[in-house]
């Protein structure tokens, strides 16, 4: 997530747009988040072309739900993880049920785990150490890593290379700059681009996006937050990231099931296949 609060809106939630040329992946979301049933949430997914999503937990609870309910619908696999934001409560039990659900199958990533200089909610050197843990519970169970960056780039960045990245991974929600980009992709990491790419307030991400190599790139929702414009302010949900990859396509001058297909490749190989 990329604020810990869940959005509050009263707003509709947006109309399901055309289907996509080609089949996509959402590759991060907090389905536990969206207020409506699993079930009605791919299906939405499903009819605008977006075959297969990652949800992403962010607390002990939101993990073992968030591994539960991939276990039960074949569209969707987990992420596990305590959220920086929440970094004072993983404390050595709590890392010990990460590890436990990182190493289920249908568990694919550790994450989301990072820095978040924004809220602060936890002494950033906290912040660090359990970023670290993540990494090694990654490592040692051969899964991606799904990295959770606000104004915090310096610091995560070091991080990776002073304990040395695991093989796969993420920046979600990629919010730095072309430079930024560039140092990612030269590192092997990949960059997950949300509804920000939309926003007219983001040239940076913009700028970003346009540049970064579709064989290095995610899409995301990071539903319920960051609803692609023209529905900022509404709620989120795994189907709009249909919106984000035509905003991509638009950026790149690319057909938009170039953009669909490529990234949906990359997130089956970030993941592992479902
Ligand atoms: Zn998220
Ligand atoms: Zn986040």
Known sequence: MSDYRPAATERPAPPIPPRLAAPAVDAHCHVDLLDVPVAEAVAAARAAGVERLV???YSVPSSQWCA?????????????AVHPNDAMDADADALGVIAELAALPQVRAVGETGL???WKRTDP???????RRHIDIAKQLGKALVIH???AHADVLRILDEVGPPERTVFHCFSGDLAMAKM???KGYFLSFSGTVTFKNAPDVREAAAWTPLDAMLVETDAPFLTPMPYRGHRNGPYLVALTIRAIAALKGVPE??????TAANALQVFGSW
């Open 68 to 80: 539960r309910v991939a276990e039960e619908h074949a569209e969707v696999v987990a992420a596990v």
């Open 116 to 118: 978040d200089y924004y």
């Open 149 to 151: 960056d606000r104004d």
């Open 125 to 131: 050197a906290v912040q660090q150490e359990i970023f």
């Open 55 to 57: 949800t992403v937990g």
């Open 184 to 186: 990612c992709v030269e």
């Open 257 to 262: 099931e170039e953009v669909a297909t490529r």
